[in-house]
């Protein structure tokens, strides 16, 4: 990912989930936050521990991270987002995944169009 920077501390994930909008799609929820310390977008991405194993987790992570890299360059810049699976995303294909976190970041107002 060219622009997008990785969210890290818990602390930054949670002022995102309370102080952000948020947009669900079919398998994913999207929080978005506009940051005012960091001039790029930072992403974070979190698959609970109540979806599969690790290696459909890890699987879904990767699937999710492809989606937003083909969304990169429409994103808005200057912002925190978090995407969140849903357990309905195990087994879906990328086409499937891709719309729904589209439709989920259009909601949020994140992409330029």
């Given amino acids: 990912m060219i622009h997008t920077v990785s969210l890290k501390l818990n602390k930054e ?7 952000g909008k948020n947009s669900a799609g079919s398998y994913v929820v999207v929080y ?16 609970s521990k109540m979806i599969g194993n690790a290696v ?6 990767r699937l999710v ?9 429409n994103v808005k810049v200057g912002y925190d987002i978090v995407i969140v699976s849903r357990k309905r995303a195990v087994g879906k294909t990328f086409d499937q995944m891709y719309k729904d976190l589209g439709y989920a970041m259009r909601n949020c107002n994140l992409l330029d169009e």
């Fill in 13 to 19: 994930f949670k002022r995102v989930y309370s102080r």
């Fill in 32 to 47: 978005a936050l506009k940051n005012r310390h960091f001039a790029g977008t930072r992403l974070g991405i979190t698959v």
């Fill in 56 to 61: 459909t987790r890890n699987r879904i992570k």
């Fill in 65 to 73: 991270r492809e989606c937003y890299r083909k969304y990169e360059l």
